[in-house]
């Protein structure tokens, strides 16, 4: 009972004080028949609303489409446009555009990044740095590894392991699952702990203010890597987790790692809420 | 039971955190600006495009919006045309471009004020650089930069915090020159910053010897690291740089140790160590050379150039360091030892702190 009155507090009356931003792609529709023309764009932002992100050639590691084959999207693009890519969709069956990127970094006086650490649920980071008893600047490289889902049938192209380095891979239908079973890998292992979080955003989330909404659900993931997440209700999702490891280059204190998956459920989708579980 | 526990605490310190520090959003928490310049016949022409916050922060403006306005922004412009002079660090081989500003307008839907500049040139550029980002007082800032030559894009790069410089070469004959001393003075620049590096020299000199034993010590370094250098760089083998600082950490070590367990008149294996090592210390090079950038219209020069870099650092260390060593070991052996044996452990105890830095509590 006081979960969701502590989330309220902190969705609708306080800003949220995470200064971690999350970073998800965004096709310009979530369904398209074949031989339409997408494109992808990148937001980066909190509570799943978010600025629009240029594109940057010099930080791709990867921008693929996953779907009847692998295509390489880099290069589609310009430094500085707005659309990561466009594209003409093979097949109806469904296709995930998936981008990882370089290390971009980003320095933070050190109280500030232990609230992050605690905001993001990064406990082992946190855990570490007192330990550490680190009192100075944060040093942080941080790497983002995104993916989405323009719908189809074939739902094992959903569930695919695109190999990056960190990686949310459904284990169940985006679509038709009330309860979506996912699971989290790094390094292409599965990840224990990690906390993952979904957002939810419709047209009045649209309409709210940055900051102002809460994830939908949020929960640890258990020792393989799995983790189940209530998503019955009709709308854009985000799933979201990240992985902090202390770095061992010269210029940096830590590592971090920002994984995301979109996709929408349109309204016909809504099912009623999944049974609680014991 | 547990994670349920720390859920709620998190969720605790959240609130704590706010009533603590309200943070309020800001419309511009992803600050970028756009930088191009076009390569025409006798001029460069660019714009730059920036965020009226970013501007209004600049000029000392409470109210950022008021540059959103056509007639408010008229007013500011010939001070933001100054600020804008301030911040691009813009230069045509080495010589700062002095922009004539041209025109502007106004990208209200996205918070954006473009201003077109020229600058002509009394003969064709080689090397083109930015130095950035445009905005410094924000460090999340970052700066998109793109070089436009007959008629297509030739350069796009993006500065940040950790990429300050970003430079176009042309590819003439003028350009490889000035890349190749850029990163000559990259190469020494980061012998002496990397007191790792050094102290594996160092570490190998310390019991003297000939000139020319000094010699097959430095030149086997050198191969080696040229190699896995250029393996990095060119993006075909790329350990990850934990193992290899790490590594480098334990060469130092085995420097110290080979030192102090050597026999008087046994085989001189230095080179060989040397060699050995330098393939490991290649991939840290490497690293660094990433941070910078290469040119891809000059990359084997400035590969090579990095290089011969490195060991113009080298040899002003041997330089240094052999002639006095060699004094010691000449004038009084007894002493001579004792620089060996005190050097060699201090080796050792360097190379075993960054070896736990590196691979135990990273």
Same mark, same amino acid.
């Given at each position: 009972?006081?979960?969701?009155?502590?989330?309220?507090?902190?969705?609708?009356?306080?800003?949220?004080?995470?200064?971690?931003?999350?970073?998800?792609?965004?096709?310009?529709?979530?369904?398209?028949?074949?031989?339409?023309?997408?494109?992808? =764009?990148?937001? +980066?932002?909190?509570? @799943?609303? *978010?600025?629009?992100?240029?594109? #940057?050639?010099? %930080?791709?590691? /990867?921008?693929?489409?996953?779907?009847?084959?692998?295509?390489?999207?880099?290069?589609?693009?310009?430094?500085?446009?707005?659309?990561?890519?466009?594209?003409?969709?093979?097949?109806?069956?469904?296709?995930?555009?998936?981008?990882?990127?370089?290390?971009?970094?980003?320095?933070?006086?050190?109280?500030?990044?232990?609230?992050?650490?605690?905001?993001?649920?990064?406990?082992?980071?946190?855990?570490?740095?007192?330990?550490?008893?680190?009192?100075?600047?944060?040093?942080?490289?941080?790497?983002?590894?995104?993916?989405?889902?323009?719908?189809?049938?074939?739902?094992?192209?959903?569930?695919?392991?695109?190999?990056?380095?960190?990686?949310?891979?459904?284990?169940?239908?985006?679509?038709?699952?009330? =309860?979506?079973? +996912?699971?989290?890998? @790094?390094? *292409?292992?599965?990840?224990?702990? #990690?906390?993952? %979080?979904?957002? /939810?955003?419709?047209?009045?989330?649209?309409?709210?203010?940055?900051?102002?909404?809460?994830?939908?659900?949020?929960?640890?993931?258990?020792?393989?890597?799995?983790?189940?997440?209530?998503?019955?209700?009709?709308?854009?999702?985000?799933?979201?987790?990240?992985?902090?490891?202390?770095?061992?280059?010269?210029?940096?204190?830590?590592?971090?790692?920002?994984?995301?998956?979109?996709?929408?459920?349109?309204?016909?989708?809504?099912?009623?809420?999944?049974?609680?579980?014991? | 039971?547990?994670?349920?526990?720390?859920?709620?605490?998190?969720?605790?310190?959240?609130?704590?955190?706010?009533?603590?520090?309200?943070?309020?959003?800001?419309?511009?928490?992803?600050?970028?600006?756009?930088?191009?310049?076009?390569?025409?016949?006798?001029?460069?022409?660019?714009?730059?495009?920036?965020?009226?916050?970013?501007?209004?922060?600049?000029?000392?403006?409470?109210?950022?919006?008021?540059?959103?306005?056509?007639?408010?922004?008229?007013?500011?412009?010939?001070?933001?045309?100054?600020?804008?002079?301030?911040?691009?660090?813009?230069?045509?081989?080495?010589?700062?471009?002095?922009?004539?500003?041209?025109?502007?307008?106004?990208?209200?839907?996205?918070?954006?004020?473009?201003?077109?500049?020229?600058?002509?040139?009394?003969?064709?550029?080689?090397?083109?650089?930015?130095?950035?980002?445009?905005?410094?007082?924000?460090?999340?800032?970052?700066?998109?930069?793109?070089?436009?030559?007959?008629?297509?894009?030739?350069?796009?790069?993006?500065?940040?915090?950790?990429?300050?410089?970003?430079?176009?070469?042309?590819?003439?004959?003028?350009?490889?020159?000035?890349?190749?001393?850029?990163?000559?003075?990259?190469?020494?620049?980061?012998?002496?910053?990397?007191?790792?590096?050094?102290?594996?020299?160092?570490?190998?000199?310390?019991?003297?010897?000939?000139?020319?034993?000094?010699?097959?010590?430095?030149?086997?370094?050198?191969?080696?690291?040229?190699?896995?250098?250029?393996?990095?760089?060119?993006?075909?083998?790329?350990?990850?740089?934990?193992?290899?600082?790490?590594?480098?950490?334990?060469?130092?070590?085995?420097?110290?140790?080979?030192?102090?367990?050597?026999?008087?008149?046994?085989?001189?294996?230095?080179?060989?160590?040397?060699?050995?090592?330098?393939?490991?210390?290649?991939?840290?090079?490497?690293?660094?050379?990433?941070?910078?950038?290469?040119?891809?219209?000059?990359?084997?020069?400035?590969?090579?150039?990095?290089?011969?870099?490195?060991?113009?650092?080298?040899?002003?260390?041997?330089?240094?360091?052999?002639?006095?060593?060699?004094?010691?070991?000449?004038?009084?052996?007894?002493?001579?030892?004792?620089?060996?044996?005190?050097?060699?452990?201090?080796?050792?105890?360097?190379?075993?702190?960054?070896?736990?830095?590196?691979?135990?509590?990273?």
């Amino acid at each position: 009972m006081l979960r969701p009155i502590l989330r309220a507090l902190v969705s609708t009356v306080l800003p949220t004080a995470a200064p971690a931003h999350e970073y998800w792609l965004e096709p310009s529709s979530y369904s398209a028949a074949a031989g339409d023309t997408l494109v992808v =764009r990148a937001f +980066v932002g909190t509570g @799943f609303r *978010g600025e629009l992100k240029p594109y #940057a050639p010099t %930080r791709v590691v /990867r921008l693929e489409l996953h779907g009847r084959d692998e295509r390489d999207l880099a290069g589609s693009a310009l430094n500085g446009d707005l659309a990561f890519a466009r594209f003409v969709l093979p097949d109806e069956r469904g296709a995930v555009v998936a981008y990882q990127s370089n290390f971009a970094a980003i320095e933070m006086e050190s109280a500030k990044f232990d609230e992050y650490l605690v905001a993001e649920g990064l406990d082992a980071a946190h855990a570490e740095r007192t330990r550490r008893g680190a009192t100075g600047p944060a040093r942080e490289l941080y790497a983002r590894c995104c993916k989405t889902w323009v719908a189809g049938n074939e739902v094992s192209r959903v569930q695919r392991v695109l190999g990056l380095r960190h990686e949310i891979v459904l284990l169940g239908d985006p679509l038709r699952d009330a =309860r979506l079973r +996912v699971r989290v890998l @790094f390094d *292409g292992k599965p990840l224990a702990g #990690a906390l993952v %979080r979904a957002w /939810r955003a419709t047209g009045a989330h649209r309409a709210a203010a940055r900051d102002s909404v809460g994830p939908e659900a949020e929960v640890r993931t258990g020792p393989d890597g799995t983790a189940s997440l209530d998503v019955h209700l009709s709308g854009e999702w985000l799933l979201s987790t990240v992985h902090m490891l202390p770095s061992s280059l010269r210029h940096a204190d830590w590592e971090s790692f920002w994984a995301s998956f979109t996709f929408e459920r349109p309204a016909a989708a809504t099912l009623p809420p999944p049974k609680r579980r014991p | 039971m547990h994670a349920r526990r720390r859920s709620m605490v998190r969720l605790a310190v959240v609130i704590a955190m706010n009533f603590a520090a309200p943070h309020v959003a800001r419309a511009h928490d992803e600050p970028y600006s756009f930088v191009d310049v076009h390569l025409e016949t006798q001029v460069l022409r660019g714009q730059v495009v920036a965020h009226v916050e970013d501007l209004a922060h600049e000029l000392g403006l409470a109210a950022p919006d008021s540059l959103r306005q056509a007639a408010s922004l008229e007013r500011a412009l010939p001070r933001v045309h100054e600020v804008l002079e301030r911040l691009l660090r813009l230069s045509n081989d080495g010589t700062p471009v002095q922009p004539r500003w041209t025109s502007y307008e106004l990208v209200p839907e996205r918070q954006l004020v473009r201003l077109n500049w020229e600058s002509a040139f009394a003969r064709p550029p080689a090397v083109i650089e930015l130095r950035g980002p445009l905005f410094t007082y924000d460090k999340a800032h970052e700066t998109y930069f793109n070089v436009h030559a007959e008629g297509a894009v030739v350069h796009q790069d993006l500065l940040d915090v950790g990429r300050t410089s970003s430079s176009w070469a042309t590819g003439k004959v003028q350009s490889r020159i000035a890349v190749v001393v850029r990163f000559i003075r990259e190469g020494i620049h980061h012998i002496f910053i990397g007191p790792d590096h050094i102290l594996f020299i160092v570490g190998l000199m310390l019991c003297g010897g000939r000139v020319r034993r000094l010699l097959q010590i430095v030149t086997g370094f050198t191969v080696a690291h040229s190699v896995t250098l250029a393996l990095a760089a060119l993006g075909i083998l790329r350990p990850p740089a934990r193992w290899v600082e790490s590594t480098i950490a334990l060469s130092i070590i085995y420097v110290g140790a080979h030192n102090l367990l050597r026999r008087q008149h046994g085989t001189d294996r230095r080179a060989l160590i040397a060699a050995g090592f330098g393939f490991v210390h290649g991939f840290g090079f490497a690293n660094v050379l990433g941070d910078v950038g290469l040119p891809r219209q000059a990359l084997a020069w400035a590969l090579g150039a990095f290089n011969v870099g490195v060991e113009v650092g080298q040899a002003c260390i041997v330089l240094a360091a052999a002639p006095l060593l060699a004094l010691v070991h000449a004038r009084k052996p007894l002493a001579g030892k004792a620089v060996v044996t005190a050097g060699s452990a201090l080796v050792i105890a360097a190379g075993a702190y960054w070896f736990v830095q590196r691979a135990l509590l990273s």
